[in-house]
């Protein structure tokens, strides 16, 4: 079975720094891979994701994550916090060995940026 | 384009009851998968419908179904509710079978007393 571990649930960070927040799978096939962000009282919303070729993925809002497949990560960075960057982020991987759709989410990391 | 829609935003019910939540992928879209959010377990698989049938199904009771429609809308339905099944539930869409990109709805909260 795969699993997602994403270390820190809460991760704090002064306007204007860098956001790191780190994700690691466990598959024995390299699966797609997702980053959702989630603001209060809402839905998921896809900032990027992964499935082949270029390892560098660029999202929405500034955001990007690199796939290490020697480290099974996918850490998801950008290089400017904002405050509107504030809220609960997701890690999620689809495992290429079921044929259907069945993501797997982290256990989410809570990004509190101060002022 | 319109997004998932899900359908009530909010519930509440007592112990015992059952309920029926209902959720319209974004056009196009034929896979609909669900989801339960507590912030004890976080994001949970329920089940996944593609062209009307089940094609996965997540770690939770029987009393837990859903179905899907030939205009790929589903609902699921949660009988004989328990306090431990207040949740979020969301729901996503996906284009296609190869396409695991999926886009989630705003969700359904639901309470039970």
């Known amino acids: 079975a795969q699993s997602v571990t994403q270390l820190g649930s809460h991760v704090s960070v002064s306007e204007g720094a860098l956001v790191l927040l780190r994700c690691n799978y466990s598959?024995?096939?390299?699966?797609?891979l997702f980053w959702y962000v989630q603001y209060p009282n809402q839905g998921l919303q896809l900032l990027l994701k992964?499935?082949?070729?270029?390892?560098l993925v660029k999202g929405i809002n500034g955001f990007e994550a690199e796939f290490k497949k020697s480290e099974t990560s996918f850490h998801l960075t950008k290089p400017s916090a904002h405050m509107s960057d504030a809220a609960e982020y997701f890690c999620?991987?689809?495992?290429?060995?079921?044929?259907?759709?069945?993501?797997?989410f982290g256990g989410g990391t809570r990004l509190m940026v101060k002022p | 384009k319109a997004g998932v829609t899900q359908t009530p935003r909010y519930l509440i019910k007592t112990r015992g009851q059952q309920v029926t939540l209902s959720c319209s992928p974004i056009?196009?879209?034929?896979?609909v998968s669900w989801y339960q959010q507590t912030p004890g377990q976080g994001l949970q698989f329920l089940f996944e419908?593609?062209?009307?049938?089940?094609?996965n199904k997540g770690n939770f009771p029987g009393r837990f179904s859903g179905r899907q429609f030939s205009n790929s809308r589903s609902e699921m339905n949660v009988s004989t509710l328990e306090l431990g099944d207040s949740a979020l539930y969301l729901c996503?869409?996906?284009?296609?079978?190869?396409?695991?990109?999926?886009?989630f709805g705003p969700g359904t909260r639901l309470l039970v007393l």
């Open positions: 996503a869409s996906s284009l296609a079978a190869g396409d695991r990109t999926q886009y």
């Open positions: 598959s024995s096939v390299p699966p797609y």
């Open positions: 992964y499935t082949t070729g270029a390892t």
């Open positions: 999620a991987v689809s495992d290429m060995n079921n044929a259907g759709n069945m993501l797997t």
């Open positions: 056009s196009g879209h034929r896979s």
């Open positions: 419908y593609f062209s009307e049938t089940q094609r």
